[in-house]
């Protein structure tokens, strides 16, 4: 079946420290990839997303590739703020008929310190 | 930038009881979607719905749940008789593609079942 598996949070972090959220996925066909982020309070953004294999999604100074090989799509950032304190998921699309789904991972929780 | 509206953003109801959350998508947009989290755990896909039908629906929605576009503006899921099982935060999405090119959620409305 399709599934995402992302690492167990918390990840504690002090301010411009550098970021990963490891995330793997088991897939049939080839799904596009997306990295959510649910601020305190508020509802799910989309962060960045990659449609095809080696591609790059990036946004906000967050990066993730789409690895076939390693069936990954990693998040990272070079240097953290306090702002990004968040939840991050990852997830896969699923075609059906006229929609798609989404299926997501667990979430990781991210804490910024100054 | 336009918005997936949901209200209410908290409700409380008895076990048993009936229970209609409400979201107003993104006018353009054609797709519609219902997710769920249970406190801690992933964003699960409830159902999508286009052309005023069910597109895909998962195993968790059930007889109890029905979904609805009453208005042409408003999305409605209505839950029969609720459990306490299904407390939890239940987002609304909308997209003007069916691949989730354009899939933008709402903040959620925080179901507590007592």
């Known amino acids: 079946g399709n599934s995402v598996t992302q690492m167990e949070g918390p990840v504690t972090l002090s301010e411009e420290a550098f970021l990963t959220i490891n995330c793997t996925y088991t897939a049939t066909g080839y799904p596009s990839l997306f990295w959510y982020v649910q601020y305190p309070g508020e509802g799910l953004q989309l962060l960045l997303k990659a449609t095809k294999a080696d591609d790059k999604g990036s946004n906000k100074g967050f990066e993730a590739t789409y690895r076939k090989e390693t069936t990954s799509f990693h998040l990272e950032k070079g240097s953290v703020q306090v702002s990004d304190s968040a939840v991050y998921f990852c997830?896969?699309?699923?075609?059906?008929?006229?929609?798609?789904?989404?299926?997501f991972g667990q979430g990781t929780t991210l804490q910024v310190k100054p | 930038e336009p918005e997936v509206t949901q209200t209410p953003s908290h409700q409380v109801t008895q076990m048993g009881q009936e229970v209609i959350l409400r979201c107003v998508p993104i006018?353009?947009?054609?797709?519609f979607y219902w997710y769920r989290q249970i406190l801690g755990q992933k964003v699960e896909f409830l159902v999508s719905f286009y052309n005023n039908e069910i597109s895909e629906k998962s195993e968790i929605f059930d007889d109890q749940f029905s979904v609805e576009r009453p208005d042409g503006s408003n999305f409605t899921l209505k839950i029969r008789s609720t459990k306490l099982e299904d407390s939890a935060m239940y987002f609304c999405?909308?997209?003007?593609?069916?691949?989730?090119?354009?899939?933008?959620f709402g903040s959620g409305t925080r179901l507590t079942v007592v």
């Open positions: 006018s353009n947009h054609l797709y």
């Open positions: 997830a896969l699309s699923r075609i059906s008929g006229n929609t798609g789904k989404l299926i």
């Open positions: 999405a909308s997209s003007d593609r069916g691949r989730l090119e354009g899939y933008t």
